[in-house]
């Protein structure tokens, strides 16, 4: 697969081109819209699957999941631990003062608009389904023995919790941000997943069959991501708008909350990132932070601040042997990996393109050590508030007020914030601004994965065209009402995750090949 010196050289030099870029012509099958086409036939072709045949397609998803968690489980940990090391070794290297852009480039936002537009477009969504949720259903279930709703039942779901949202995921999407904002911005090469390949296997093998390949897994694992998460938000608006107004949750009614949302994420990524994206993000930022203060004075504030720095200090010191984990004697823990852990592990790795794609997007002109404080270090401690504040709030109602919203998140797992809410002051407005919230931080993930689409569909192309953006706003819509309306939303999210694996490989390539150029111009005084 390695090309030898002289050719690489060649590659690399070529690559500097300005023939090289997003408006360059595209060799290889089918031309510039290839991918674009193949990929939108693929993602309806499996469509049609879930709504013709569901029991056929839950059982091939479910199957195959099963079987990527069985064998490749050890793969996931292992490729997420070296991300982590990576990143860290990248901000402590001789590269740290590297810019991702040229040498006079400088940050394009600042950085509370680039560090809300990064949160909100990799972790926003998440957070605030499962900030109640995780902490609850570890606690009733706590795979390291200790006695189910009790007080080290409790410490340890926190744990859990700061360790899936820590440090793996944001590091995963680094490696795919830090080398394209490298290519992009300093080599002038498109803003494609293939592009991260030029200096392994050359441009010609990039440019042909080999570079569509990759591009169009990258976009089938965006769009089934995206989608499942619009599915994700819509069952959390409806429940919460059901807790608030009273509003049943009928199919109807679903479908109505993905039209509307479908125009506001379109709507702002059409408007673009300076007018339409940024402020969808800073908007998330502030009402964030206004309602984890109100919980956090409002709720059980001395509690939260010992839980932080427990939490904080049980994740330092649990983090090497939680990382590399297994199960090889089986046992509860076997059960907790693959439904929670792997999982996770897995969902971050397909998530990695989009992400890391857009964080690429807004990053330019960031030195490296930078980047990696930004991407890494600032979205974990912001999860581990999240946490502390919310996790802590309800498990407190749990354990010290004696009332069981365990019972109620554990049927229904998109009630719980809603459900915490209502034995605090001020619970009726946090439920507002939460809804609020919710609302605004899909958008921000579906508009920027609107916009990422768009770039994969143009070669790359940093800007791209407002027609792309729709269609692509338009169909990740219709994907979520079929797959709603006819039960499949979770049997393409399993699918989405069989991404991971070869997504995996992709990103270990990405490290070695970014290490490999930053190792290869600082010899030719190119840095």
């Not at 189910?148 to 410490?155: D, E, K, Y």
Request: charged share 10%; proline share 5%; glycine share 10%.
């Amino acid at each position: 697969m390695m090309t030898d010196n002289k050719e690489n050289r060649n590659d690399e030099q070529s690559h500097h081109s300005p023939s090289v870029g997003p408006d360059a012509p595209v060799s290889g099958p089918g031309g510039p819209n290839f991918v674009y086409l193949i990929s939108i036939a693929i993602t309806l072709a499996v469509v049609a699957w879930g709504y013709l045949a569901p029991e056929s397609f839950g059982g091939f998803a479910n199957a195959l999941f099963g079987g990527l968690t069985k064998y490749f489980g050890w793969g996931y940990l292992l490729t997420m631990n070296f991300f982590v090391v990576f990143c860290i070794t990248m901000a402590l290297s001789r590269f740290r003062n590297v810019r991702l852009g040229n040498p006079e480039d400088r940050p394009e936002y600042g950085n509370a608009s680039w560090f809300a537009m990064l949160f909100s477009a990799g972790m926003g969504v998440g957070l605030v389904f499962y900030g109640v949720a995780e902490p609850l259903i570890h606690f009733g279930n706590v795979p390291f023995g200790a006695e189910p709703g009790s007080i080290q039942a409790a410490r340890d779901a926190m744990q859990i919790s700061f360790f899936h949202w820590g440090l793996h995921p944001w590091a995963g999407y680094a490696v795919i941000a830090m080398p394209m904002a490298y290519y992009q911005f300093r080599r002038n090469s498109p803003g494609l997943i293939s592009s991260l390949f030029i200096p392994l296997v050359g441009q010609k093998a990039v440019d042909g069959a080999f570079g569509k390949l990759v591009d169009i897994l990258a976009i089938f694992a965006t769009l089934a991501g995206i989608t499942t998460s619009l599915g994700l938000g819509t069952l959390q608006l409806s429940t919460g708008i059901n807790e608030i107004m009273g509003i049943v949750k009928t199919p109807g009614f679903q479908i109505g909350i993905i039209i509307v949302l479908a125009v506001l994420y379109t709507g702002s990524a059409v408007m673009g990132i300076d007018r339409g994206i940024k402020w969808v993000a800073n908007f998330n930022l502030l009402v964030c932070l206004a309602l984890m203060v109100i919980l956090f004075v409002v709720g059980p504030t001395l509690p939260i601040i010992d839980s932080l720095m427990t939490g904080v200090g049980d994740f330092i010191s649990g983090l090497v042997k939680e990382s590399f984990s297994m199960a090889p004697y089986g046992g509860p823990y076997e059960s907790h990996l693959r439904n929670w852990t792997l999982y996770y592990w897995a969902w971050w790795i397909a998530w990695a393109p989009f992400v890391g794609s857009f964080v690429a997007r807004i990053s330019r002109g960031r030195t490296i050590a930078e980047f990696v404080a930004g991407v890494l270090i600032v979205p974990a401690l912001g999860s581990f508030t999240w946490f502390a504040i919310f996790g802590t709030s309800a498990l407190h109602l749990q354990l010290v007020k004696g009332i069981d919203i365990a019972a109620q998140v554990t049927k229904d797992i998109s009630v719980g914030v809603f459900a915490l809410y209502k034995y605090y002051p001020l619970g009726f407005i946090m439920s507002v601004l939460m809804l609020i919230l919710i609302t605004t931080f899909f958008v921000t993930s579906a508009n920027s994965a609107t916009f990422v689409l768009a770039m994969y569909s143009e070669h790359g192309e940093v800007n791209p065209s407002k027609s792309k953006m729709g269609i692509w706003g338009v169909l990740m819509a219709a994907l979520a009402i079929v797959l709603l309306t006819t039960g499949g939303l979770q049997n393409l999210q399993t699918v989405s995750l069989t991404a991971a694996p070869p997504f995996a490989i992709i990103m270990v390539c990405a490290c070695i090949s970014l290490w490999r150029s930053l190792v290869r111009d600082e010899k030719e005084g190119r840095l």
